[in-house]
């Protein structure tokens, strides 16, 4: 027959194993190296994913060398406008993009060119037709700053009330993790076709802040012969 101090043993032994055990991790942590980081954080990305990894800023700083052979690349923070910078209706049917908001991309891995827009069931990505954006570039050789993967541009196009064409266009350089968290908002609050009130409120906030953040992008003289532009794109 078991002794009451032999019983008790296991459940000393748990209650040790408890005592011992170590705090829940509290707040998010590096992807990388599982160090402890504050909600506003930069972000690095894998490009064979595409997918956007949480980094503390020695994990980030690894990967801001954008001539290095790696699979990761760190999103930078800049902001830009690109004043001027027009797509006439037909250049912008021939992007076959539905709708007067989008963001535009070059996946160095896929070696092409990605439209994401927003619409009813979420983010839609469409690969653009390459002579379309080549258009583009050559009228708009500033747009050859642009860094792959990382950074996008940013396009909205509205109308007034009873006007058949775009008559206010906004672009911006902005980094790609802006991008997927405007449209992560949207995805909630999008209805119908255009998007509905709602969502149309947290574009105009967006890009309220987007403007705050945003300064020139610098003018190129003269087209084409500008890094980044050419077949590739």
């Not at 902001?79 to 209706?89: C, I, R, V």
Request: glycine share 10%.
């Amino acid at each position: 027959m078991s002794t009451g101090r032999h019983a008790a043993s296991p459940v000393a032994a748990l209650l040790r194993v408890t005592r011992n055990r170590p705090a829940p991790v509290v707040g998010e942590r590096c992807e990388m190296c599982a160090e402890q980081i504050g909600g506003e954080h930069a972000h690095v990305v894998n490009l064979d994913s595409r997918a956007l990894m949480c980094s503390c800023r020695a994990c980030y700083l690894l990967f801001t060398d954008e001539g290095a052979n790696l699979h990761y690349r760190a999103v930078p923070e800049r902001y830009l406008h690109f004043s001027g910078l027009a797509l006439d209706e037909r250049t912008w049917d021939e992007l076959q993009i539905p709708v007067g908001l989008a963001f535009l991309f070059r996946n160095s891995v896929q070696d092409r060119t990605i439209a994401f827009y927003p619409g009813p069931a979420g983010a839609t990505e469409s690969e653009l037709p390459l002579d379309a954006w080549d258009t583009i570039v050559t009228a708009h050789p500033e747009l050859g700053v642009l860094r792959a993967d990382v950074e996008a541009l940013l396009v909205r196009r509205t109308r007034e009330a009873g006007a058949t064409e775009s008559t206010d266009e906004v672009c911006h350089l902005v980094p790609i993790d802006a991008c997927y968290e405007l449209v992560g908002r949207l995805r909630t609050l999008w209805r119908g076709f255009d998007g509905g009130r709602e969502a149309h409120a947290a574009m105009d906030a967006f890009f309220a802040q987007v403007k705050e953040r945003s300064r020139p992008a610098a003018k190129v003289a003269g087209v084409g012969g500008v890094s980044g532009v050419g077949g590739s794109w």
